[in-house]
């Protein structure tokens, strides 16, 4: 899920399809990660957060994976739909106590139908 | 209604010039953030205020000012605009009173500098 210069990974599925999005985070010292969505022309939106004392969670259609030996943290969108097409986003509270976030560079989901 | 609302929605404007972007809040939220988001880069942290009598640099604070006018109202300032400031600006909240570190973000901005 890193991106590399200016163009942003991108992950194409087929509507039905499970989808599996990867972020690697930065700070081993990190205790909280949350995954937003953004659809175009709008602002990120929350989808799942995890804390560090756990290694999986689970939402509506959604699952976020988080393994701490190697810093990295993936989301799970099972029966992909076209609605789902989007930049998805991971952060992490890389401040522990703070609210401040740092965002990773997205990867884009393109659904078909 | 929008919880978050940011104005103007789309700005273009000329080198030098100082400009100001919006942010009002009716979430009742004490923490509010600005974000500048640049195409594979993802969202930078500029600014962010844990309450009104308190204001934080973020990564990228150079060229940008902020005020706290109101726990409802952050406003982004470009002192004297440039080209590498045209981007898309997002303001978003949190509550500290929360066990998460949720934030909740307005619609954007897009800013263009000429």
């Known amino acids: 899920g890193e991106s590399v210069g200016l163009h942003l990974p991108t992950l194409s599925v087929q509507e039905g399809d499970n989808s599996i999005i990867n972020c690697a985070y930065s700070?081993?010292?990190?205790?909280?990660f949350i995954w937003y969505k953004q659809e175009s022309g709008k602002g990120p939106q929350f989808i799942i957060d995890?804390?560090?004392?756990?290694d999986k969670r689970q939402g509506q259609r959604v699952t976020v994976l988080l393994n701490k030996t190697v810093k990295h943290l993936s989301l799970q969108i099972a029966a992909t739909q076209p609605g789902d097409s989007a930049v998805y986003f991971c952060?992490?509270?890389?401040?522990?106590?703070?609210?401040?976030?740092?965002f990773g560079k997205g990867t884009m989901l393109l659904v078909s139908p | 209604d929008a919880d978050v609302t940011q104005t103007p929605r789309n700005r273009i404007t000329k080198t030098g010039k100082r400009i100001m972007l919006e942010c009002s809040q009716t979430k009742g939220h004490d923490r509010m953030y600005w974000y500048r988001q640049d195409p594979g880069l993802g969202l930078r942290l500029i600014y962010y205020s844990f309450d009104v009598k308190d204001i934080n640099k973020g990564e990228i604070s150079d060229g940008y000012s902020v005020s706290r006018q109101a726990q409802a109202k952050f406003s982004l300032s470009l002192e004297s605009a440039i080209p590498n400031q045209t981007a898309l600006y997002f303001c978003a909240t949190s509550d500290s009173g929360r066990t998460n570190y949720e934030q909740y973000f307005g619609p954007g901005t897009r800013l263009t500098v000429t």
């Open positions: 995890i804390r560090s004392n756990m």
């Open positions: 700070n081993s010292a990190s205790d909280y």
């Open positions: 952060a992490e509270n890389a401040n522990s106590g703070y609210s401040t976030l740092t």
